[in-house]
C-alpha cells in the first residue's frame, strides 16, 4: 500500500462527514478527483515559486513530467483537502436544510435547547440554597462529631422543599431524555444514517451533562453529585427513544455507506 | 442570480472545451495562475449550484472512452452559462474601468512579451 492508496482511504473515510445525500450522489466523483489530486501532489510533485504557475498550465494541457514522492506533497494535499474539509461540509449541510426531515431536526434541536435552557435557569435559581452543603448532608471526612437528632430535625425542616428539588430534577431528565432520543431520531433520519443519528444523540448527551452541571448538587446524607453527573443514569432511555422513533418513522439506514 | 468567484471560475474553464471536474480543477488553478485551488468539496458544491440554476450541464458527447476513464462525468457550458458568465465578465470590465478612471488602478500596461 502506498501514500496515495492510505490517503484515498482516509478520504473515504471523511467523506463520511457530508450528508447521506452528497455521499450518494458525488462520493464516487469526489473520490476520483482527490486520487487524481494524490497521484498529481505525491507522484509529479511541482517546482515552486514563479515555474509553478508555468508547471500548472503545463499539467492543465496534459504535460508534466514524473518526478519522485514527496512528503512536502503530502502536506499540501492534506492542508488542500483539510481547507476544502472545511469550507464544503458546513455548506453541503446548509444547503440540504430544505429537506423537510432537516426542518424539522433542526426544529426539534432548538426547542430542545430550550427546554435544556429553561429546566437549567429555573433548577439553578429555585433551588439556588443547595450550591452551599446543606448542614443536614454529613461529611465524614470533616471529621465533626454527628449529632443525630440535630440532623435529623434539620433534614425535616427541607425535607419537602429538597424532595421537591429531587424530583424537579428527576422528572424533567426524562423529559428532556425523551426529546433528546427524538430529536436525534429525527437528525438520523434527515442524513439517512443511523451513524448520524447516533452521533448527534452523543453530541446532545455530552452538552447536556454540561449545561446540568450548572445546577446545584445533588445531596445524600454522605455524597455529593452534581446533575450532569446523574443525568448518565437516564443515558439507556435516551437510546431506547431513539431507537423507538427510528423504527417507529420506518427509518430504513444507509446502504450506500 | 450572482455567481461566486468559484463558480465564474468553472464557468471560464468551460468556456473552451467540455471538462471533467478533474480537468475543471486543474483549468481554473492555471487560470487564476494558483490564486484558486479547489477541493473535491468545494468544486462539487458549485458544480451542483451550477446545475440547478442551469448553467451547465453533464454531456457524454464527444467523449472519448479511449482517451479517458468513462467513468468520470463531464461538463459542458448551456447558452444561459455563457450569457451569465459574459454578463459577470462584462461588470467585472466596467469595474476595472471605473476603477482606471478613479486613478485606483493604473492603466493598463502593453502586455509583456514572454520568453
Avoid at chain 1, 482516509?10 to 455521499?23: D, H, M, N, T
Avoid at chain 2, 446545475?51 to 458527447?61: D, M, N, R, V
Wanted: a positive charge; glycine letters at 8%; hydrophobic letters at 45%.
Amino acid at each position: 500500500m502506498n501514500w496515495v492508496d492510505i490517503s484515498t482511504t482516509i478520504y473515504a473515510r471523511l467523506l463520511y462527514l457530508y450528508p447521506a445525500s452528497v455521499r450518494r450522489n458525488d462520493g464516487a466523483a469526489m473520490m476520483q478527483i482527490f486520487r487524481d489530486l494524490a497521484r498529481e501532489e505525491l507522484r509529479m510533485g511541482s517546482a515552486c515559486g514563479a515555474s509553478e504557475a508555468r508547471s500548472r498550465r503545463a499539467r492543465a494541457s496534459g504535460g508534466g513530467a514524473p518526478r519522485a514522492l514527496t512528503m512536502t506533497g503530502l502536506v499540501r494535499l492534506w492542508t488542500r483537502t483539510g481547507i476544502d474539509l472545511l469550507k464544503s461540509v458546513p455548506d453541503s449541510y446548509l444547503r440540504h436544510s430544505h429537506e423537510p426531515a432537516g426542518n424539522a431536526a433542526r426544529r426539534l434541536a432548538m426547542i430542545y435547547a430550550l427546554c435544556v435552557a429553561a429546566f437549567v435557569a429555573y433548577g439553578a435559581i429555585g433551588f439556588r440554597e443547595y450550591y452551599t452543603r446543606p448542614s443536614w448532608s454529613v461529611d465524614p471526612r470533616a471529621g465533626t462529631a454527628v449529632i443525630e437528632d440535630k440532623v435529623l430535625s434539620e433534614w425535616n425542616a427541607v425535607a419537602p422543599h429538597y424532595s421537591r428539588y429531587i424530583r424537579y430534577w428527576q422528572t424533567g431528565g426524562v423529559a428532556i431524555t425523551i426529546l433528546l432520543g427524538v430529536t436525534a431520531a429525527f437528525f438520523a433520519r434527515w442524513q439517512k444514517s443511523l451513524g448520524h443519528g447516533l452521533g448527534a444523540l452523543a453530541a446532545g448527551w455530552i452538552a447536556t451533562a454540561a449545561a446540568l452541571h450548572l445546577m446545584p448538587l445533588v445531596y445524600f446524607p454522605f455524597d455529593q453529585y452534581p446533575v450532569g453527573f446523574l443525568w448518565l443514569f437516564e443515558l439507556p432511555l435516551a437510546v431506547v427513544t431513539f431507537g423507538v422513533t427510528v423504527f417507529g418513522v420506518r427509518l430504513k439506514p444507509d446502504t450506500t455507506h | 442570480m450572482a455567481i461566486s468567484p468559484a463558480e465564474f471560475h468553472i464557468l471560464i474553464s468551460l468556456s473552451d472545451a467540455d471538462r471533467h471536474g478533474y480537468g475543471i480543477m486543474q483549468q481554473v488553478e492555471a487560470d487564476s495562475e494558483g490564486a484558486i485551488r479547489l477541493g473535491p468539496g468545494t468544486l462539487y458544491g458549485a458544480i451542483k449550484r451550477l446545475l440547478a440554476s442551469g448553467h451547465i450541464k453533464e454531456t457524454t458527447e464527444g467523449v472519448d472512452p479511449k482517451l479517458d476513464d468513462s467513468r468520470r462525468r463531464y461538463y459542458r457550458l448551456t447558452a444561459s452559462g455563457r450569457r451569465a458568465v459574459t454578463e459577470e465578465s462584462e461588470r467585472l470590465a466596467s469595474l476595472v474601468r471605473l476603477a482606471r478612471a478613479k486613478r485606483v488602478l493604473a492603466k493598463e500596461t502593453p502586455a509583456r512579451s514572454r520568453s
